[in-house]
């Protein structure tokens, strides 16, 4: 699975949007962009994924880029529940044993 | 959310005891896997399942084993406690290799090794 490189730490405040990027110029094609987050002390949760075309869903939108070195999660009106860990993950959806690599992510702190 | 749930939540044991962590699931998914996660090191898969009886190893399997008897159901087992495990241990389950194939997570047990 390609290694995606994401800033550490980012700030946002309430109700404003939070741009994360993430990085990952060794993606392969058939590999898809996964986002993940980790409230503390909770099990990671699944936000979105996409492979080329732009997804939005109920919790975020995904924007990747054309040349798919890059992507960038969306939070359109971030809330002080959505401080967490942010996990940008690519990997191909039907390699063996389905396992997630999860770097070291961006922590997330929305603030008031 | 995910029908997943994890027991214990907590516990405490000392070195050299054996340790089952269960990982319980309604939703009848195919896929369960075993995570431990540490400080700098994210999360690691440990074993996973792709159906009943059907096991393999993962990243840092050394010191454990998994049974999955029936669906719902996958057990980890700490044969001998060590200090080193002590960690969060996270089940997942997914529902098929391909399509989306995202992972619901469990609430995570505590595990302490004396």
């Known amino acids: 699975d390609a290694k995606t490189t994401q800033p550490p730490s980012m700030d946002c405040a309430e109700g404003r949007a939070a741009n994360l990027p993430c990085n990952h110029s060794t993606i392969s094609g058939n590999e898809y962009v996964y986002w993940y987050r980790q409230i503390h002390s909770q099990g990671p949760q699944y936000i979105i994924h996409g492979l080329k075309n732009n997804e939005t869903n109920e919790m975020a939108s995904l924007i990747i880029t054309e040349d798919r070195k890059s992507s960038t999660l969306i939070l359109p009106h971030a809330t002080l529940r959505d401080t967490a860990v942010y996990y940008c993950i690519v990997r191909v959806p039907d390699n063996a044993g389905n396992m997630l690599t999860f770097g070291g992510g961006t922590r997330l702190m929305v603030k008031p | 959310d995910a029908g997943i749930t994890q027991s214990p939540r907590h516990k405490v044991t000392e070195t050299g005891t054996p340790v089952t962590l269960r990982c319980h699931q309604t939703?009848?998914?195919?896929?369960m896997y075993w995570y431990r996660q540490d400080p700098g090191h994210g999360l690691r898969l440990i074993h996973y399942?792709?159906?009943?009886?059907?096991?393999d190893k993962g990243e840092v399997s050394d010191g454990y084993s998994v049974s999955r008897s029936k669906t719902e159901d996958f057990l980890l087992t700490l044969e001998s406690a060590t200090s080193s495990q002590t960690s969060v241990y996270f089940c997942a389950i997914s529902g098929s290799a391909g399509g989306r194939n995202e992972q619901f997570f469990g609430p995570g047990t505590r595990l302490t090794v004396l």
């Open positions: 939703e009848n998914h195919r896929y």
């Open positions: 399942s792709y159906g009943v009886k059907d096991t």
